[in-house]
């Protein structure tokens, strides 16, 4: 395995404790292969709870944040596909772990804003849902 491969398998238990010790930004470097990683201030009480708390239900252009920081999969859902608040739209692979990106609205499913196959942070907009209409 390379560095980064390496790396994208313990990103769960780096993340955890990049969280646990408050720490936001951190930069690995091996030869030519670089990863920096940056998190934003979790949106939950609960420093341990990785995911976020429910999300709004009805809004206009409503975001699908990324779960946790690791590598975006498409569930194959097209632009202008109907979804339902909690419907899963893709995965996000973190490690060993495969994490639902789910519709955070009722709503028409926008562009994929990433693309398949790519390494997302925890919380980058993955798509956005245009309300019904």
């Given amino acids: 395995m390379t ?56 809004a206009e252009d409503t975001p699908i944040p990324s779960p946790e920081m690791g590598v975006f999969h498409s569930n194959g859902l097209g632009e202008k596909h ?6 899963i739209v893709g995965f996000v692979e973190a490690g060993s772990l495969r994490l639902p990106v789910t519709a955070t609205a009722d709503g028409v499913l926008g562009p994929a804003l990433v693309r398949d196959g790519r390494v997302v942070g925890y919380h980058d907009v993955l798509f956005r849902i245009h309300p019904d209409g």
């Fill in 3 to 58: 560095f980064l491969e390496d790396l994208l398998n313990e990103l769960p238990e780096l993340v955890g404790r990049m969280r646990r010790h408050d720490v936001r930004h951190l930069s690995l470097e091996n030869g030519a292969d670089t990863l920096a990683l940056a998190l934003t201030p979790a949106m939950t009480a609960n420093p341990d709870q990785t995911h976020p708390v429910a999300p709004p239900t009805t």
């Fill in 82 to 87: 109907p979804v339902r608040s909690g419907e």
